[in-house]
Nanobody, 116 residues
Framework: QGQLVESGGGLVQPGGSLTLSCAVS????????FGWYRQAPGGQREWVAQ???????NYADSVKGRFTISRDNAKKTVYLQMNSLKPEDTAVYYC??????????WGPGTQVTVSG
């Protein structure tokens, strides 16, 4: 059925920036909410950001003011722009719909490492 595939992770210095992409297929992107989640080494998966079908956004306090979630319906892609990165942002990042997240259905994720 629907698929979400993350990309764009990598190694970045503290204070640097990175943009993650989530390619969406089999899901009507403009009629759904999407979120970004992350799981740090040895940690629990946590919610980071969301964008609703009407374009409103919300962020976890830990990333507010530094991260921006957006969506391009024509390209069927959800983005996470990450600025002023900190070592504590190091994690595997996942995109998902709330429904799939609640069903514990996840894609491969993309690794972000902040080190320097």
């Amino acid at each position: 059925q629907g698929q979400l595939v993350e990309s764009g992770g990598g190694l970045v210095q503290p204070g640097g920036s990175l943009t993650l992409s989530c390619a969406v297929s089999g899901i009507v992107i403009n009629w759904n909410s999407f979120g970004w989640y992350r799981q740090a080494p040895g940690g629990q998966r946590e919610w980071v950001a969301q964008i609703t079908a009407v374009g409103s956004t919300n962020y976890a306090d830990s990333v507010k003011g530094r991260f921006t979630i957006s969506r391009d319906n024509a390209k069927k892609t959800v983005y996470l722009q990450m600025n002023s990165l900190k070592p504590e942002d190091t994690a595997v990042y996942y995109c998902n719909t709330p429904q799939r997240a609640n069903s514990n259905s996840w894609g491969p994720g993309t690794q972000v490492t902040v080190s320097g």
